[in-house]
C-alpha cells in the first residue's frame, strides 16, 4: 500500500522566495495535518484538514505560511515569502476519523527544507 | 489543556538492556495513547496505540499501559537491539487536539 508521499525530499532555495511543499494523503483519509520538526521546537502541528476543510489553523506561524487542500488527495503547504528561520523539516501525516477509537496518524517521509 | 510529558534523553544502552521511556499525560476526558518511533530520515510511525484506561499496546516486543491513576503511558522493552536506536514519541488524541512530547533520542550499543 503507499503510504503518506510528500515531495521534495529536499529543497534548498534563498530567503525571498517561494518554497511550495506537497503531500498525497492515503487514500479513505478523512483528516490530514502538516507538522513542523526542529531541534529547538520538536514537532508542531501547523495545521490540520477534514475532508479537505481547513479546521485548525492555529498552529501557522504567521501570514506567510499557508495551506490549502483542493481535493481528497493533494494538499500544498506554502511558504512566501521565505526566511531562513523557517528551515526545518516539513510532515504530512494522514489519518482515518477520529473519535472515540481515535485513529493513528501515518506520516509522509517528510520535506527537509533549507532557507539560505 | 492537552499535554505530553516524556523522559529527557539521550538515553544510551548497551544491547539486550531493558528499556523504560517514560511518558505522563494531561488531558481532560479520555484521550487515547499513542508511542511513535522516527527512524533516520524518515517520519514518524506508530509503534503501539492504547484507547483506554488499562489497556496495553505492544508491538515488536516494545509494550505500554496506559495508566489512569497516574496519567502515564510508559514505553518498556525487555532486551534492545542496535536496531531499536531511534527517537521515540509519546502521543495523545483528545478529541482531534494531537499533541505529541518531545521525542526521547535512544542509541542501542553492540
Known amino acids: 500500500d503507499a503510504g503518506v508521499i510528500q515531495s521534495p525530499r529536499h529543497e534548498v532555495t534563498e530567503m525571498g522566495q517561494e518554497v511550495t511543499l506537497r503531500c498525497k494523503p492515503i487514500?479513505?483519509?478523512?483528516?490530514l495535518f502538516w507538522y513542523r520538526q526542529t531541534m529547538m521546537r520538536g514537532l508542531e502541528l501547523l495545521i490540520y484538514f477534514n475532508n479537505n476543510v481547513p479546521i485548525d489553523d492555529s498552529g501557522m506561524p504567521e501570514d506567510r505560511f499557508s495551506a490549502k487542500m483542493p481535493n481528497a488527495s493533494f494538499s500544498t503547504l506554502k511558504i512566501q515569502p521565505s526566511e531562513p528561520r523557517d528551515s526545518a523539516v516539513y510532515f504530512c501525516?494522514?489519518?482515518?476519523?477520529?473519535?472515540?477509537?481515535?485513529?493513528?496518524?501515518?506520516f509522509g517521509d517528510g520535506t527537509r527544507l533549507s532557507i539560505l | 489543556g492537552n499535554s505530553v510529558t516524556q523522559m529527557e534523553g539521550p538515553v544510551t544502552l548497551s544491547e539486550e538492556a531493558f528499556l523504560t521511556i517514560n511518558c505522563t499525560y494531561t488531558?481532560?476526558?479520555?484521550?487515547?495513547l499513542f508511542w511513535y518511533v522516527q527512524y533516520p530520515g524518515e517520519g514518524l510511525q506508530l509503534l503501539l496505540k492504547a484507547t483506554k484506561a488499562d489497556d496495553k499496546g505492544s508491538n515488536k516486543g516494545f509494550e505500554a499501559t496506559y495508566r489512569k491513576e497516574t496519567t502515564s503511558f510508559h514505553l518498556e522493552k525487555g532486551s534492545v537491539q542496535v536496531s531499536d536506536s531511534a527517537v521515540y514519541f509519546c502521543a495523545l488524541d483528545n478529541n482531534n487536539d494531537m499533541r505529541f512530547g518531545a521525542g526521547t533520542r535512544l542509541t542501542v550499543k553492540p
Open positions: 487514500s479513505g483519509h478523512d483528516y
Open positions: 501525516a494522514s489519518s482515518l476519523k477520529t473519535g472515540p477509537f481515535n485513529q493513528p496518524q501515518h
Open positions: 488531558a481532560t476526558g479520555y484521550p487515547s
